[in-house]
């Protein structure tokens, strides 16, 4: 089918528009985020969402088999034979009544969409498989990232997978090798640079501009396009309906950007008739969504962002060298590049922001544990943030929710250890030591 | 569908039959392995193996979305309200044509099919799904295994899925609580014993007998069940044709046991017309398999397998103390329960089976993640296997091969760490310092 997508600045006062086949990301105009755009005039689209799900009975076909490429005609921005997939979104939504009861909330409301189960542990892998279409579409031979958690660990998954070179830009100081382990187990070249994580972002940058390296940070608007389809597969899981409320966990806020945009377009094209509602769950130590939203009022405003806020908030944490702090180390983000585009999904799903404090958090992730598949502690904010809004009101036990776990139980085993084995929670469940004595060992049991 | 399954001891001198609704496990007339059986005279099959991936695109029926389940007529064994799913075999089968190339095989006959993607991080649900749905066909409350591993992480987990009380037994000494945090994390109460595993083992069983409690061991029949669909969802992506290989990792012993038998069950129905051989790689720290195979002849034998030639070798390392040790941790046992079971499946699918140190399985594990989608230590001794085959002549470069990667790259990620930064084996990846400068950074990347 033709392809009609382009980039456009989201800025309203400078709107360029720039070809799909350049990797630019940024405005070079005015600096602002890109967007990806449709001629949907011209798109041949499915009558039906359910069209989509036949395609899964096709396993042999590489792009019905993946669970973002499925659904190309919602991404259309690139042809076939540049599409790079490796069998990403065969995750699972699962109806979470153990969680429902717990919560208050009626049973059959609770779901929970793990996107742990993508084949680099994460979410991200929804992006990258996009990106990377893009990367080559725009005949790019080497990427580059800086980041030491999940996204190094899908840009370098990704990155062999199409036979491209890798590398990974990581800072001095305290580094988790254990997060770094899917880089170097994925054969990415990482270089740690003397500096701390500024450094490497800044360098980064200068390297892929200097050796036309495809980079791949948060910017990338394309990442965005693949990550909307956890919203289809989510819709999709519950028969097409459109549950009442999205909740999400919000770092950079790539996702929160691509659910609202996701849902515009579906609802623009016809293909649903409402629009969900979108909690975004910030945590307290990395809550500069939650405190631009409720202190301060900033809104989309159309696109007239009051983009003083946000300058003076962050000139604020320059003068106080202010570093994020939480458990959930994949949001402890303090200036979210997708920040603006957020802002318009909060008015496209009238939407809202929280921020709750880590033992929250951590309560909620040993729950998931408990009686779900389990995930990383950012994942968990969506379901702490569930059952906040359902005690202060805001979600009905009537109303259907999907909250989005991000990130796979196994990537962070050692906050799962602390949390059962020093007792940190609610919910600690530590191993009982006992004597080798049958009845001893009956008795706990019984207990 | 009408059941027709029973269960049966695989001695041809007992043959004792037992009804599919008892919880045995053991033939409690001879002490031998119990089979399921089924009379496939009564039973309604697909009449091609195709019908079966129809159904993957009924992703809101739940026996259809779970890639064990969607081949429920081939274990049919309990009716469909006793069935238990979380949705698990949601796996891919990758075509490598990297490893491909490293090992010397022509492009298109390298696939490995990566069963980490299961909700536990392992190939253990399609087990576990199967087994407790015998659980709930038998009216179980509650239910235990001893475990530091993926069992207790599988186990754990499907239990509070269905609503079970789960116990796992571990013992005193060095623990490895990141193997143990999924059982934590599952909820699942974790007793400690003062005393090693056989204690454990000893115990776990007569708690079990005592209470009433269900044992998911590894004698469990009905797991096996369920991981003949491992093979299935093999032959399915490779368009219903049968690979000219299987390779797999050996352990307890389980999973080659299940493939020959899946096998068997294919070509008798008519739905395949030939089977693939069969090799099975156990790590040298823990050969049992290979030297009662390749040293002492051991043979399936119709079942008249010569039991004296395996108790002088289990008598031999009980007076020895002999202790299985591989990195390999997944399959360091020396006394592989279906040991029987394998040998069947040896003869049936003119199998195979080698012993290899932990060198070369590292190596191959970090060939898995530099080319693939990672995978655990023990899941690489398939990959070790294969370049090992290829080198020795027995597998030629234009034969198709399948390698079972049976867990997930996030299980044991200090290996990988170790690995790399310690320079460990020859795909050693480690970090490399560079200054914070431009011009340095770009040399380095240059190189």
Redo the contacts between chains.
Sequence with gaps: MAITAYQKCINPDCGAEFDRTEAIFKCPKCGDLLDIQYDWSKAKLPEKMEDF?????N??QRLDFSGVWRFRELLNFCEDEHKVT??EG???L?QND?IAKELGMDKGNVHLQ?EG?N???SFKDNGMTAAFSHASLVGAKSCACASTGNTSAAVS?YA?SC?MKC?VF?GQGRIA??K???A????????????DFD?CMK?VQ??CS??N?YLLNSLNPFRLEGQKTIMYRII??L?WQVPDWIIVPGGNLGNSSSFGKAFKELKDLGLIDRIPCLAIINACGADTLSYLVNQRGLKWNSGWVESKEINSLYADFTAKKFSPHTIASAIEISRPVNLKKCLRSIEICDGLVIDLPDEEIKDAK?MV???G??CEPASAASVAGLRRLVQDGTIDPGEKVACVLTG????D??L??NY??KREGV?S????????D?DK??D???A
Tied chains: 1, 2.
């Design positions: 799900s036949k395609r899964w009975a396993r042999n490796i069998g065969q995750t699972i699962q153990f793990y189960l084949p680099s542990g998954l062999h036979g590398t990581i090798f254990g770094l382990s899917q170097m187990d994925y054969g990415a070249q990482t270089i740690q640079i003397a500096g450094d360098q200068d390297v200097k050796l390296i999709e899981s028969n040993a544990g408990k009686y598949l389990g796979h139980a196994l990537k085993p050692d799962t250890v059962h084995t919910l469940n530590p191993p009982v030591e006992v004597p080798n049958l060992i009956i706990i049991i019984k």
